[in-house]
């Protein structure tokens, strides 16, 4: 796989609007997840809400928009001077040469759920201010983003529960490389909604306290949210960031749980390093998918310790922002280009003593180190699996 330039990215998540606080909490370690206060939920489970959501005003013209996730995916394009690269972009290629793939995974469900509160109440029909295709729908997410930004070119969305936005990454590479585009915005956008919140909660899977990945006490999850943008290019420069390497497989193990020998998880690893023709020893640090759950984090640990063995770091960043579900691969790819920009590998918040009974080399605080190439691993219910690598261009 030819490299493909990182050109610009942002991100919305628990830990603030845009880079800079999300820079400085990855320096500092520190967690965005808080006890649940969303909406009507009444469970004991922490989670990181993006706050603030509701009194988001999308567009003129673009109302019919409105949901929780659309209003996420404006707050997170219109951080960092987002906007205006891609504007850049498609002044310099055309409009009609721009990709848009964003992964997500509930999309506008809330705004389904909030309908239903409002159904007539002797036909039960929804309100006719409902509209599905532009709130709740997979699609909309993608559809949102590529009317917000005006471009003409492909658009996809990219469903695949927490491995969609990662391979929103690879399906971006394919089209860059085979030239049907010459520039893409990637992405993941997943909100807050009862349905996962209480979904999880019924596969005794939510954490009462934030998430705890490779610990010895871990007992679960902790919902996140988050908005992250990319903007990739065919064209790279020496030092640049780039995404090197897409690997995606897909075990079918079970509809929940993960192999536990983590038979698809090395798959998926070992086919982003071929794609980026690396040896293993050539990665310098590994951001786990790492979800806190003791049946994930022994199944990847199994799968990462085969193959790197115990000579590369490992560390899930889940504890700082939750697992953001369809744009967890997004968000912790951006932790991992920040790894690469900082030369640092970040703590894991929520961890205190890790499993003994896992063999990686987890580490649990922050380190500056020479990070040159990142394995951002996501793993998604159902076996579909996707790791990227990224690296600095000629290692430089």
């Known amino acids: 796989m030819k490299p493909v330039l990182l050109s610009a990215y942002t991100t919305t998540s628990c830990l603030g609007r845009g880079?800079?606080?999300?820079?400085?909490?990855?320096?500092?370690?520190?967690?965005?997840?808080?006890?649940?206060?969303?909406?009507?939920?009444?469970?004991?489970?922490?989670?990181?809400?993006?706050?603030?959501?509701?009194?988001?005003?999308?567009?003129?013209?673009?109302?019919?928009?409105?949901?929780?996730?659309?209003?996420?995916?404006?707050?997170?394009?219109?951080?960092?001077?987002?906007?205006?690269?891609?504007?850049?972009?498609?002044?310099?290629?055309?409009?009609?040469?721009?990709?848009?793939?964003?992964?997500?995974?509930?999309?506008?469900?809330?705004?389904?759920?909030?309908?239903?509160?409002?159904?007539d109440p002797a036909s039960g029909a929804l309100p006719p201010d409902f509209d599905y295709r532009r709130t709740h729908n997979t699609f909309s997410a993608a559809e949102y983003v590529r009317t917000r930004l005006a471009l003409t070119g492909p658009c996809a969305a990219v469903s695949t529960a927490c491995s969609s936005s990662a391979k929103a990454f690879a399906t971006a590479s394919r089209m860059l490389e085979a030239r049907l585009i010459d520039f893409a915005v990637v992405g993941g956008v997943d909100t807050l909604c009862l349905t996962t919140l209480y979904g999880f909660a019924s596969l005794q899977l939510l954490s009462a306290a934030p998430c705890r990945p490779y610990d010895v006490d871990r007992d679960g999850i902790s919902i996140g949210e988050a908005a992250v943008f990319f903007l990739l290019e065919r064209t790279t420069r020496a030092g640049s960031i780039a995404l090197l390497g897409a690997g995606e497989s897909s075990d079918a193990h079970h509809m929940s749980a993960p192999h536990p020998e983590g038979q698809g998880a090395r798959r998926a690893m070992e086919l982003a390093l071929g794609a980026a023709g690396l040896a293993p020893e050539a990665i310098d640090y590994v951001n786990l998918h790492g979800t806190g759950t003791p049946s994930n984090d022994a199944a990847e640990d199994v799968a990462v310790h085969g193959l790197f063995g115990d000579s590369v770091p490992v560390n899930s960043t889940k504890g700082m922002t939750g697992h953001a579900l369809g744009a967890a691969g997004a968000l912790e790819a951006l932790l991992s280009v920040i790894a690469l920009e900082e030369g640092r590998i970040p703590g894991s918040p929520g961890t205190r003593v890790v499993d003994p009974k896992l063999r990686a080399r987890y580490e649990m605080r922050g380190a500056v180190r020479n990070v040159q190439r990142v394995l951002s691993n996501s793993f998604g219910f159902g076996g579909s699996n996707c790791s990227l690598v990224f690296g600095r261009v000629d290692g430089q």
């Open 19 to 119: 880079l800079a606080p999300t820079r400085a909490a990855f320096r500092a370690a520190s967690s965005g997840l808080a006890p649940c206060r969303f909406e009507t939920v009444d469970l004991n489970t922490c989670v990181g809400e993006i706050p603030g959501l509701d009194d988001v005003a999308l567009p003129p013209g673009l109302g019919r928009f409105d949901c929780r996730n659309n209003r996420a995916s404006e707050v997170g394009l219109a951080q960092d001077g987002f906007l205006e690269k891609v504007e850049e972009a498609a002044l310099r290629y055309g409009r009609h040469r721009a990709g848009v793939f964003i992964g997500t995974s509930t999309a506008g469900i809330l705004q389904t759920e909030l309908a239903y509160r409002r159904r």
